[in-house]
T-cell receptor, first 115, second 115 residues
């Protein structure tokens, strides 16, 4: 069964610091990859997604992620975080091809940005 | 014109009660899901329906019964509520099962508290 691991559960940064959140998945087949963000008290929102093509994908709010197939990784990056980026970030994998799309989520990383 | 809407947003109830959470999507998607986010913020799929047919059932107690009257609605009924059922329940939808390059859209979540 596929699984997703996020390396850091809590990250605290100062504003303007650079961010990298690690995500690794275990699945040998073709995958779709996602990062979702959950702001305090709000629902899940899609930050960015990778389906195919250029392994460096850009999402909303200045976020980007790089798919490295050989490392089964899909790390999220932002060059300069803002206080408003304080949220929980979830990496997810959709190992399609079976009967039913099923997103498998990582445990989440809580990001707190200090102003 | 919310894409995926859930009601209620908050639900507080006593142990042993039966309750339902409703979900509706206006995206024309074929597939709908229920995810559970526990107290540790871990998100896990519970059920998936494609065009009113159950296609994923992830080892969920049979006190939980999803019902899909049509492909735009997927309700979750929970019998004999237990303290451990306290969580945030997210409804989601996506275009079709087992296909690549599709993303799921999430509702705002229902925070269920069993006392």
């Amino acid at each position: 069964a596929q699984s997703v691991s996020q390396h850091n559960h809590h990250v605290i940064l100062s504003e303007a610091a650079s961010l990298e959140l690690g995500c690794n998945y275990s699945y040998g087949g073709t995958v779709n990859l996602f990062w979702y963000v959950q702001y305090p008290g709000q629902h899940l929102q899609l930050l960015l997604k990778y389906f195919s093509g250029d392994p460096l994908v850009k999402g909303i709010k200045g976020f980007e992620a790089e798919f490295i197939k050989s490392k089964f990784s899909f790390n999220l990056r932002k060059p300069s975080v803002q206080w408003s980026d304080t949220a929980e970030y979830f990496c997810a994998v959709n190992a399609f091809g079976g009967y039913g799309n099923k997103l498998v989520f990582g445990a989440g990383t809580i990001l707190r940005v200090k102003s | 014109d919310t894409a995926v809407s859930q009601t209620p947003k908050y639900l507080v109830t006593q142990m042993g009660n039966d309750k339902s959470i409703k979900c509706e999507q206006n995206l024309g998607h074929d597939t709908m899901y229920w995810y559970k986010q526990d107290s540790k913020k871990f998100l896990k799929i519970m059920f998936s329906y494609n065009n009113k047919e159950l296609i994923i059932n992830e080892t969920v107690p049979n006190r939980f019964s999803p019902k899909s009257p049509d492909k735009a609605h997927l309700n979750l009924h929970i019998n004999s509520l237990e303290l451990g059922d306290s969580a945030v329940y997210f409804c989601a939808s996506s275009p079709a099962p087992g296909q690549a390059n599709t993303e799921a859209f999430f509702g705002q979540g229902t925070r269920l508290t069993v006392v």
